[in-house]
């Protein structure tokens, strides 16, 4: 199942048409997201069967977030080994947890002000959170999640760093910093729900690509490490984290730029695009 937002409603898809789930579902199931993801099973096991006849194309920039108001959105530091290398650091031995505050995420397709500072891009698979729960199992874990979107953890590297010690958090929440989309698609779609490969271009240079299997802690790692703390509430994200290739440790340091056009796409997903002013 592929599900996202239009207008704020929550919609299944098939290619570039949308069935509206309040409307088809005959009021069974809540245009809201977050009221819908907590009955994900039945949601799942209804979409499964949804006649698209009645279906409404769409296009892409018309999409909203496919989770448009998360209570909470966790996001993950140094969580492929490359990545934590290039930024002077050894693998963390547990996840390193911050938030992106929720009022910077947005739907796949947008123009993003850019602050003053060093800001800059870092591709990111996003698990949206279904059920959820508290004190998670590990065999239960996936379970939780809804399903897996792209996004960009977007961050503003000297607010990122200033102070002693550093908080990530703020540097990470300016408006539109948190794009995510285009849809986020059920783990029983993907041949290995594990393995998935991404890439991320800013212009004609792919400038950040792997696999969520490289993850030092995996997704269903992440939801039981945070869930063992936090109870997971539907709709919430998860930032899983970015590999190597982000503009501040490339030599020499690349910020983003006004004009310039970031695409990150994830295999079996789609892709997201960010026009920067
Ligand atoms: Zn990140």
Not at 24 to 32: E, I, L, M, Y
Not at 86 to 107: M, N, R
Not at 132 to 137: L, S
């Amino acid at each position: 199942m592929r599900f996202g937002t239009l207008s704020g409603r929550l919609v299944v898809v098939d290619g570039d048409r949308a069935l509206d789930v309040e409307k088809h579902s005959g009021g069974r199931f809540s245009a809201d997201a977050n009221t819908t993801l907590a009955r994900f099973t039945e949601f799942a096991a209804w979409a499964a069967t949804a006649d698209f006849a009645e279906a409404v194309p769409f296009a892409a920039d018309e999409l909203g977030a496919p989770s448009p108001r998360p209570r909470q959105v966790f996001a993950v530091a140094l969580n492929y080994r490359p990545h934590a290398a290039e930024a002077g650091f050894q693998a963390p031995d547990e996840p390193l947890l911050f938030t992106k505050f929720p009022s910077c995420i947005t739907g796949p397709v947008t123009e993003v002000t850019l602050p003053p500072g060093k800001p800059d891009w870092e591709i990111e698979v996003v698990a949206v959170i279904g059920t959820g729960g508290h004190r998670i199992a590990r065999a239960d874990a996936w379970d939780a999640v809804a399903g897996l979107t792209v996004g960009q953890d977007l961050s503003e590297r000297a607010v990122q760093s200033r102070g002693k010690p550093a908080q990530f958090s703020l540097g990470k929440s300016f408006p539109g910093f948190g794009p995510t989309g285009p849809v986020a698609v059920s783990t029983d779609e993907f041949g290995d729900r594990d393995d998935l490969g991404f890439e991320c271009f800013l212009g004609d240079e792919r400038v950040q690509h792997g696999r969520t299997s490289e993850m030092i802690f995996p997704i269903d790692e992440l939801v039981v490490k945070i869930s063992a703390v936090c109870p997971l509430l539907p709709g919430d994200l998860i930032f899983t984290g970015t590999p190597a290739g982000v503009g501040n440790r490339r030599e020499p340091p690349r910020c983003l730029q006004p004009g310039e056009v970031l695409v990150s796409r994830v295999d079996g997903i789609g892709e997201i695009r960010q026009h920067f002013r």
